[in-house]
């Protein structure tokens, strides 16, 4: 920005002689800004439409700032890009047009080419720093991974946290390192070929350290009420400044942080019933106004299998390229798992229900939700196979568990490859989280590092959450369940990357490695992914076929969730056995694969891979 330009920047902006501060505090009658060394108060001037502003020559990057609004304060400012002490403490003024990038000449992968995962900054490594997770992207570009998903990292309280009670929208938490060390992160995802996907939460405030209320009372609105509370305002009076806010700091995380696209946390609670939706608006601000060359990846977190989020704006959509599609773990792991209490008794466990999911991208497709007691979702046929991100695990699946067990402690290691050789396989895109392709042992469990009395409320919160699953019952039991305000509880959290040098570690990652290169390289696969092919499933006793048939040729991916079996093959019984999920090299039984007069004799438990060139 030059001088000559109008200010419209929220927060601080350093210029060539000093930094311009601006806010929307349309609730106050004055309000002044606070510069703490050297000290001194400055009256900002107002605007119109409630902003005020103020240009402070001499003032720079590294200066800590704050404001007194009527007389009370200091508070900090909702658009800081940084809170090196906490929330509640002052902002500072950050330039990073310094910053030394070496990605000019970088291009992300298209949607469809995609393989997320997804990690936590604090657990990911020991030390739980952006500086430390970047020393570890070279064993993620070596896996196979083209996109990193890193959940929430808007500052939020405390010493550590899963991220998604974050308030300050536009500063990174400061207990994994500065924003220089993010930009340098970066920087080095794209030297290695990754793309950087960053997890953002649109539908409430944190409970703790959201001084918005202080400026206005238009951030909320009493229209729509969420699990959090008052809905955040995108329909009421003062909504257009509410989103503006919102445009501002997307737009911050792609050109300052050269982040390639965002996951949106529970687009179901974002509530906007104006003619265009906040999402909406957001896709097409992303896309328009972000890195020019760019398009950012957009993904929504939701339950309701609607298509209208990866559905054209123009087609009254939102523009989003993929949602979380649920429906597929929820098959998965009640195939391989007993498990049917909560919203996994909508899901009967059937291999043709695993089958008919992975056919239509969605299980629910308007039929009845016996868990919710009401129909959910609606067909999805036309969409590209990249609408639908599979996982088998994610931060929700395995932390909000009671013991944060991931699934290679709760089912066999043959059934674990055999159900990940479909997850990476099938077209839709694939989702990895954070030590499953070395089968960390170590939990994800829930943490928190919330002040009293909000710790307590959590805690107690947390035990009746449980109190509704049989199990939990017992108090006995009960009384095991980790406190997430323990400090021991964010510790056990964190990866232990020996288990991913040797023994059934390092086998597992030689097996997600060879998965993804079979994926990268394989024409029918390749093939799969550029259009909406069809995908047919067939059972045969307790032996699902999933078969991907294009002009680059045939796979059918057969997975035995029984004992040894002779399956008649059909139409696939001139192909080449290409992998097998229980070859030694991947520390599987050994046994071999035989195809002879159309049968496949299979050994039990376990994922074949079958191709047959076009």
Partial sequence: ??????????????????????????????????????????????????????????????????????GQGPFPDPAS???????????????????????SDWLPLPPREAVIYEMHIGTFTVQGTFASARERLPFLADLGV??????????????????YDGVSQFAPFPGYGTPEDLCRLVDRAHALGLAVLLDVVVNHFGPDGD????????????????????????????????????????????????IDGFRFDATHEIRDESRRHILSELAEIARN?????????????????????????????????????????????TAIVDEHEGYFKSYDGSLETLGRCIEQGFWFEGQLDSF????????????????????????????????????????????????????????????????????????????????????????????????AFELFRDEHIRELIPSPQDPRTFERCKLNWDEAEIGAGALSYRFHRELLRLRRNLPVLIR????????????RGEVLFVTIANDAGRATIVFNHGGPTDVSLGLAGNSEVVMHSEEARFGGSGRKVVIEDGLLSVTGHCAVLLVQPA
């Avoid at 083209?146 to 500052?155: D, F, R, S, Y």
């Fill in 211 to 258: 001084y918005t209320g202080v400026y206005s009372d238009g951030y909320r609105t009493s229209l729509h009420t969420t699990p959090w509370g008052d809905a955040i305002n995108f329909d009421d009076e003062q909504s257009s400044e509410v989103r503006a806010f919102y445009h501002q700091a997307i737009l911050m995380w792609l050109h300052e942080y050269h």
């Fill in 528 to 539: 799969s992914r550029e259009s909406r092919g069809l995908i047919e499933s067939d059972v």
């Fill in 81 to 103: 890009r940084s809170q090196p002490e906490g929330v509640h403490d002052f902002s500072e003024v950050v330039d990073l047009t310094w910053f030394a990038w070496t990605d």
């Fill in 146 to 163: 083209t996109t990193i998903e890193i959940m929430p990292l808007a500052a939020f309280p405390g010493r550590w946290g899963w991220g």
């Fill in 289 to 333: 106004e972000g890195r020019p060359g760019i398009i950012p990846m957009l993904i929504a977190e939701t339950h309701e299998n609607d298509a209208r989020y990866v559905r054209p704006v123009a087609g009254g959509g939102f523009g989003f390229d993929s949602t979380w599609a649920d429906d597929f773990h929820h098959c998965a792991r």
């Fill in 372 to 467: 919710l007691g009401t129909p959910r979702g609606a067909p999805a046929r036309d969409v590209p196979w990249s609408s639908f991100v599979y996982c088998l695990q994610n931060h929700d699946q395995v932390g909000n568990r009671a013991f944060g067990v991931r699934l290679s402690t709760m089912a066999s290691h043959p059934d674990v490859r055999a159900m990940t050789t479909l997850l990476l396989l099938v077209p839709q895109v694939p989702m990895l989280f954070q030590g499953q392709e070395f089968f960390a042992s170590n939990p994800f469990l829930y943490f928190t590092d919330h002040s009293e009395p909000l710790g307590s409320l959590v805690v107690a919160g947390r035990l009746r959450e449980f109190g």
């Fill in 1 to 70: 920005m030059t001088e000559e330009q109008p200010n419209t920047r929220l927060g601080a902006t350093v210029r060539a002689t000093g930094t311009a501060f601006r806010i929307w505090a349309p609730k106050v009658t004055t309000l002044e800004l606070v510069i703490r060394d050297p000290a001194a108060r400055i009256p900002m001037t107002p605007e119109g439409d409630g902003y005020w502003s103020a240009v402070v020559e001499g003032c720079g990057a590294g200066t800590r700032y704050a404001y007194l609004a009527d």
